[in-house]
């Protein structure tokens, strides 16, 4: 009678083997068993998803307390934190940019969106100094790849007056080689009005 | 005297060595020195982004000799080709859809915006249908990390009456294992309105 | 006094949102929050490197119940499932091989090497014939990166007498699109003897 | 009559357009066309094989001349640039290392295989101390794969007195968020002697 090899392999291959099976399992733990792993996961990009509203408002709260200087400070420092333009450009269509400073792949354009302030963007009047209280956000979809995430959905931000203002976001997040999580890719535009 | 092997070792280390220093150059060629190289390129990269326009010139022509029938049936082919929801979720916002059904994270969905005819996404009447003859595209930047590249940009579309669109583009491209380039991160918008 | 929004923010930034400080937890949910995640696991990692050990004794098994002929088959099986030859060279250094034969980046070198009985490879007895009962294995290091990993360690085969092989293994492991892992680097090498 | 659009479009995507077809060929380039991208290159991967073999000469230049001291700390030096410690655990099995410590995971471990003089590695002598003079490299094959790539074949070293010593070699090489490239797997292992 003939054999099928390759079906009977398939099925020791690559399944998950139980404990009884494999009495060595766990036995590649000896020697130490370090493991290095340069991923991004999908908890560290909700936790950069959160961080970045947390952000937002933060900006906006300093900006009631401190005004435009403490605003900018902010907006400085979470862009050193939370964006990749230590390492060249970031893929950035702000929300409200039009014409020729549509995207701010420089981290100047970018403060400039956030806070305003800078001659060379004349018609940024700081986003994120728009009294925002609250950050929600809805992932349609999100890909991850090596150290690469995107994430697809809707932010909805609210302000201190109740207004809300929901948009489509695109983001793309990059895990360094310290471990942290950078944006690298950030379209966001106001939904489609008919 | 002290030497400073560090500084001596920086430039030994990692500097492209010139011919005469090393004469063994190309050595490294023989066995053969079979390359398998899985990363995207730039050129890859500029080659989806002009079949994208392309797909959509041919979807219109398609629509005009054979209407609805034969557009769908392109598009049907362009959607299996040149995105990649065989492989699971696509994150797609594509210009012109609301509310509910603004992403299209499926094929169907994808299949709806391009062409209409689906009484499940009822607002949609076809974009690919509008009787595209010109495409063009500005890339504001390119990142490219691994197998997937994402770019940011204008596209230019004209219509045979000579009316040009303008959006704000965000491709997500990867190269699979069959080394052809995939759609699997799209987000369209008509550029901000002030 | 002056405030330092750098360490403000950095306390904000990245860190794990308690349920608390996050009232809309688990909102990034809605909408259905599909993942596509292209990564290797650790998980895949061990049932990749047990299934190894599984296929060689089963190979060894078939040798004793089919001979050459049935040997052969599963080993050809085992080759197509278990490493890359389909989309490329794999770099295989085997334990026993020499000359200009070490390398085997082809699949008939690589089962020349398991089943012998290949004129163009000799010297090849069969490694996989050698009657190998019990498989073991010690990761001294793992290394994830993307959709790959690698592993570094000792293998130790057993045989039906009793005759114990360690051998130091290599292993670089792919994990395709259609989400199965396979050998696309093996370096095994028998322990040093001064 | 009946028209196959699935054919027709695999000849219009992904294909290499010729100027004439795309007269907006390079208009990619407008708005800057900045590209960031993070994947290691042949050219890269050359360069760090071939930069290994220099700084292995330069240590044993290094000792002769400067005796151990020199020697340990160009080792170092070398080690810091040229292998991932820094990040983690590196995937290192050294030609001549034996038993508990055949693997060097460690910094401490590679230096003291490179140097001796480590009490803790008392059978270790100074791999890199033995008058080595010339370095070639011949790869069977290359595996390249994101930000790392592997490469396999012979490395051939000369000493002094014209003694030729041929290994067979597995490197991983990752490029950091710097650019450099950083070894973080290398099995070394004497040929199979029959």
Known sequence: ????????LS???????SAQAMPMANSG????NQVKNTNITAEEVRSAQEAWGKALIQISKDFEKGGSKKATATANAVLDAAYGYAEGPVLFKPTLTTGEQTFRTSKEGALAYFVGGNKKFSKDSGFALKGWEKFDYR???????????????????????????????TWGFKKGDDGKVRI???????PYNP
């Open 139 to 169: 992932n349609a979809a999100v890909y991850i790849n090596g150290d690469m995430a995107m994430t697809m959905g809707n932010v909805i931000l609210t302000d201190k007056k109740g207004n809300v203002t929901t948009v489509d976001k």
């Open 1 to 8: 009678m003939k054999t099928a090899p390759a079906v009977i």
């Open 184 to 190: 690298v890719l950030h379209h966001s535009s106001l």
């Open 29 to 32: 733990d000896r020697f130490g």
């Open 11 to 17: 099925t020791i291959l690559f399944v998950s083997l």
